[in-house]
């Protein structure tokens, strides 16, 4: 691991054990579960961590790659590659889930049918229930997106 890696895992190991430092605080010691929770100093440490996961994520697959590239072994294996093509069976999914509802109920009440419900679903499963409330969608994209460039990146390597 080369010493800007290490220090850029530093940088996000503090951020990821900050937030989760504050939300143990909140939880256990001030007993805060109410809506006022990402008021004060949690809303820039919620930032903070996400920033951090996905940082993580980036140093960890460029020293993985680059491991492999050192070791003389294909950079981009074929785990990573299955792993990326599988990233995108949630969405798939998802897709075939919101398709398959005839109507959007909300509430009770029958808001659209058709086209309209299955983009209507597509907002509320997707957005806010897989992207806010449990982030899938977000972390399945940084995945993606690493994956992009650390094989454009070797490609490029490859041919000079």
């Known amino acids: 691991m080369k010493k800007f890696e290490k220090v850029l895992m530093c940088i996000f190991g503090f951020g990821i054990a900050a937030f989760l430092a504050d939300c143990l605080f909140e939880f256990l010691v001030?007993?805060?579960?109410?809506?006022?929770?990402?008021?004060?100093?949690?809303?820039?440490?919620?930032?903070?961590?996400?920033?951090?996961?996905?940082?993580?994520?980036?140093?960890?697959?460029?020293?993985?790659?680059?491991?492999?590239?050192?070791?003389?072994?294909?950079?981009?294996?074929?785990?990573?590659?299955?792993?990326?093509?599988?990233?995108?069976?949630?969405?798939?999914?998802?897709?075939?889930?919101c398709a398959a509802q005839g109507e959007f109920v909300f509430m009770g009440e029958t808001m659209s049918y058709g086209f309209q419900a299955f983009l209507d679903h597509m907002v509320i499963t997707v957005f806010a229930g897989l992207c806010v409330i449990v982030p899938i969608f977000p972390i399945l994209a940084v995945w993606q997106i690493l994956y992009l460039v650390h094989r454009k990146r070797n490609r490029k390597k490859a041919v000079s």
């Open 30 to 97: 001030l007993d805060e579960t109410s809506y006022l929770f990402f008021l004060g100093i949690t809303k820039p440490l919620s930032y903070y961590f996400i920033i951090s996961v996905f940082g993580i994520m980036a140093v960890l697959t460029t020293l993985w790659v680059r491991k492999r590239r050192e070791a003389g072994l294909e950079p981009i294996s074929k785990a990573y590659t299955l792993s990326f093509f599988l990233s995108f069976i949630p969405f798939v999914l998802v897709v075939f889930y």
